[in-house]
């Protein structure tokens, strides 16, 4: 009787009239939620992106931790991240998002530098919806890159770095007020660079609206090892002010040709970008008394735990940039949930869209040192303290909150 039966249904099976049943991949059924990070991982400014990826590395693992990020129909999805190296380099980092577009991933946190991101910016669709523009239709939520205005290129691009025209407004005033006796400034720029490069004009711009005279700004490259020269100009002019717009590697080399010489400013001023630790391991105890705008200090609880775990689990350091990771994943997670995102293979277009017009719609979130308030452009404006170099580390000098 056994036999019957089977033979039976072995004949049922080959005229098509019982279905033939075959598991459905594991990979089908487990959705993910993929955001790529990108930043400068080789080169002199490495260390940004080595502490974005601590960053996201710790957020990631935090979120799923907690459970991952609740999708449209309730299902519970896991972050999945790459971390891609643009060596600060606007071709390898064109290549790199192009290669990131044309796959499953939904939104991406970067790039490092600013003259990858306006580029890279440029390659996004302007406006969105314009069929005649086939420019990619990828959100990039940029924690780093911090050269004024970049968000305007395309409505796909955001960011949430600092404003510097406020801050060094601020600082230039405040210093004035604390310092009437004060009265010359002498700049130091790396052209080379995007950032620095439009930030010294930033400074000078602060400077003079607060009453200082500019005396002359001295120029080198982001690869210089040599500022005697430059140094000795400052050191014949004598300013009460030296203003230095530059990343921690040249930072810290004008900064021990200045000691080598004896110039001793009676204030010594820096770039955003250098209020972090890879500027106290390089330039020591010279860095002493350096001030700087910044919208990172571990001076709220929040900000003291994301440090501490970041420095004793992820081996790396939170600054004004990486800070911004931890909080650009955390709009991300509340975007994501909010605005009907399903994580299938066939929904990336769709998601991703949904992603761009979530992040559109934040006007307002918590961040590290407080609320960050959003602009119509996509920008932040981001609260911010004066810090101070002591002692190979960082203090808050002023605290404006």
């Known amino acids: 009787m056994t036999r019957i039966v089977t033979v039976a249904l072995a004949l049922l099976f080959v005229a098509g009239l019982v279905p033939v049943l075959s598991p459905e991949p ?9 955001i790529a990070g990108v930043g ?4 002199v400014i490495r260390g940004f992106g080595v502490n974005s990826k601590a960053v996201l590395d710790m957020v990631v693992d935090e979120i799923n931790a907690a459970g991952g990020i609740r999708l449209a129909d309730g299902t519970r999805a896991k972050i999945v991240t790459t971390f891609q190296d643009e060596r600060c380099n606007a071709e390898e980092g064109i290549s790199v998002v192009r290669k990131l577009a044309s796959e499953d991933w939904l939104v991406m946190i970067g790039p490092t530098c600013s003259n990858v991101a306006e580029p890279l910016f440029g390659i996004l669709q302007r406006k969105v919806g314009d069929a005649g523009d086939s420019g990619l239709q990828f959100p990039i939520f940029s924690d780093t890159a911090i050269k004024p205005g970049l968000a305007k290129i395309s409505e796909w691009s955001f960011r949430n770095v600092p404003h510097e025209p406020t801050m060094y407004t601020h600082l230039f005033k405040w210093l004035k007020e604390k310092h009437p006796d004060l009265k010359t400034v002498y700049g130091g720029v790396e052209t080379d660079f995007a950032h620095s490069n439009a930030n010294w004009g930033v400074m000078e711009a602060a400077a003079k609206a607060a009453g200082f005279e500019v005396l002359g700004v001295e120029k080198w490259l982001l690869a210089d090892t040599e500022f005697s020269t430059q140094t000795g100009k400052w050191r014949r002019a004598k300013p009460d002010i030296i203003a230095i717009s530059s990343h921690p590697f040249t930072t810290c080399g004008a900064i021990r040709e200045m000691k080598r010489q004896g110039v001793k400013p009676k204030l010594l001023v820096g770039l955003t970008s250098t209020a972090t630790l890879e500027t106290m391991v390089g330039c020591g105890p ?8 910044t919208g990172f200090a ?3 609880p929040e900000a ?15 600054d004004l ?14 975007v994501i949930e909010t605005s009907g995102v399903e994580a299938k293979p066939a929904t990336v277009a769709q998601d991703r869209k949904r992603i761009r017009d979530g992040l559109a719609k934040v006007k307002e979130f918590d961040g590290l040192l407080g609320k960050v308030s959003r602009t119509d452009d996509r920008e932040s404006q981001k609260p911010y303290v004066f810090a101070v170099a002591k002692t190979s580390d960082w203090a808050v000098l002023f605290d404006p909150r």
Do not use: D, F, W
């Open 40 to 43: 400068a991982m080789t080169g």
């Open 286 to 293: 010279e860095a002493e008394g350096l001030i700087i705008p």
């Open 321 to 334: 940039h990486s800070a911004a990771v931890y909080e650009n994943m955390y709009v991300l997670k509340k």
């Open 298 to 300: 571990p001076v709220t």
């Open 304 to 318: 003291k735990r994301v440090a501490k775990t970041v420095a004793e689990k992820y081996k790396g350091n939170v």
């Open 26 to 34: 594991a990979a089908a059924q487990e959705r993910v939620v993929k």
